[in-house]
């Protein structure tokens, strides 16, 4: 497979994908005679793992450190899963507060005709209004 045919597969450009082998985040990748890059399944898997890494929020400092540690052999199996462990956590962490955020403004769609109604009244107003950080938004 060429470097057109690999970037498309994924949706990235051939800029993108020549970028990332460049700086490091994906092993280099074999030429043939001509020096043309033959994408092989590894390669792929490559490409696959950081495009989806980096959608998710992982920096290139941490794909590249990963990719050398690969590139290195022996005994680095233990310090690539941790740095894939502590990806992980960031991640769980960040789902944390994208979930918090989501019931906050799905809390804030359900009952705003009701909130705008009661200020309208007079019901509520800026000495009785409701504090949202204290508001347990799960029903």
Do not use: C
Request: glycine residues 6%.
């Amino acid at each position: 497979m060429n470097s057109k045919e690999a970037a498309e597969m994924f949706g990235l450009t051939t800029d993108t994908v020549r970028y990332y082998e460049r700086v490091g985040v994906i092993p280099p990748i074999e030429r043939d005679k001509n020096g043309y890059r033959i994408y092989t399944t590894r390669d792929l898997n490559w490409i696959y793992l950081a495009k989806s890494l980096r959608h998710a929020g992982v920096s290139i400092e941490s794909l590249i450190e990963f990719a050398t540690l690969a590139q290195l052999g022996g005994e680095v199996q233990k310090a690539q899963k941790q740095i894939l462990q502590d990806q992980l956590q960031e991640i769980d962490e960040k789902l944390a507060e994208m979930t918090k955020t989501r019931e906050l403004l799905r809390y804030k769609i359900d009952t705003y005709d009701e909130h705008i109604a009661k200020f309208k009244s007079g019901e509520v107003t800026a000495e009785n209004i409701e504090e949202l950080w204290k508001i347990n938004y799960k029903n």
